[in-house]
C-alpha cells in the first residue's frame, strides 16, 4: 500500500508541476502580449497626453486643398489648406478648427464677412504668402491671391507658445468680448 501511495503522490506532483509550467507559460505570453501593445499603443497616447498638456490649441491642423503656400512652413500651409476648405464649404465648423478654441479666448461665432470669400475660394488655386514678423516669431501676415484676382490679409499667431503646430487666425469670428457688450453699449 505504501507504494502505491507514493506513486499516487508522484503523479500528483508531476500534475502541480505541470500546471505551473502552463501557468508561468500564461504569465509570459500575457506578459508579451502587454509589452507589444504598449509598443504598439504608446506612441499615440503619448501625442494625446502631449497635446492635452499643452491645451487646445496645440494641435496643428492639415487638410486637402488645392494652395500654392509661399514662405510658410507645414503647419502654416496645412492652417491654410484648412481655412481655405471651410471658406469654398462656407462650413461655420470647418472655420472653427483655424481659430483659438472658444475656452482659449476664440470666437463665439462668425459672421457672414467671414464668408465674404466663399465664391473665390472655389475659384481655383490660390497663392497664399506667409509674411513673417520680423519683431515677433509667433506673429505673421497672411496675403491670399484668389484664381480669380480677389485678395484677401489675414493674420495668424501661434496659440500655444510651447507648440509650433498651433498656428491659428486671429482675425476672423465674433471676439468674446463682443458678444456681450456693457449694457451701456446696448
Not at 498638456?53 to 492652417?79: F, I, K, N, Y
Not at 464649404?89 to 465674404?116: I, N, Q
Request: charged fraction near 20%; hydrophobic fraction near 40%.
Amino acid at each position: 500500500m505504501a507504494g502505491g501511495t507514493g506513486a499516487a503522490d508522484a503523479g500528483a506532483g508531476d500534475s502541480g508541476a505541470s500546471r505551473r509550467a502552463t501557468r508561468r507559460r500564461i504569465i509570459a505570453v500575457t506578459a508579451v502580449l502587454v509589452v507589444l501593445l504598449g509598443v504598439w499603443l504608446g506612441p499615440a497616447a503619448w501625442r494625446k497626453a502631449r497635446d492635452y498638456s499643452e491645451g487646445p490649441d496645440a494641435a496643428g491642423r492639415s487638410c486637402a486643398w488645392q494652395v500654392d503656400v509661399r514662405a510658410g512652413d507645414a503647419d502654416q500651409a496645412g492652417l491654410i489648406r484648412c481655412y481655405l476648405r471651410a471658406l469654398a464649404h462656407h462650413s461655420p465648423s470647418e472655420l472653427r478648427a483655424v481659430v483659438p478654441s472658444r475656452d482659449d479666448g476664440g470666437p463665439t461665432g462668425f459672421p457672414t464677412s467671414d464668408f465674404a470669400h466663399t465664391h473665390d475660394a472655389n475659384s481655383g488655386t490660390a497663392t497664399a504668402t506667409v509674411v513673417a514678423n520680423d519683431s515677433d516669431s509667433a506673429d505673421a501676415t497672411v496675403l491670399i491671391r484668389y484664381a480669380d484676382q480677389a485678395r484677401d490679409q489675414l493674420e495668424i499667431h501661434l496659440a500655444s507658445p510651447s507648440s509650433r503646430a498651433s498656428w491659428r487666425f486671429w482675425n476672423l469670428g465674433t471676439p468674446p468680448d463682443a458678444a456681450n457688450p456693457p449694457p451701456a453699449a446696448r
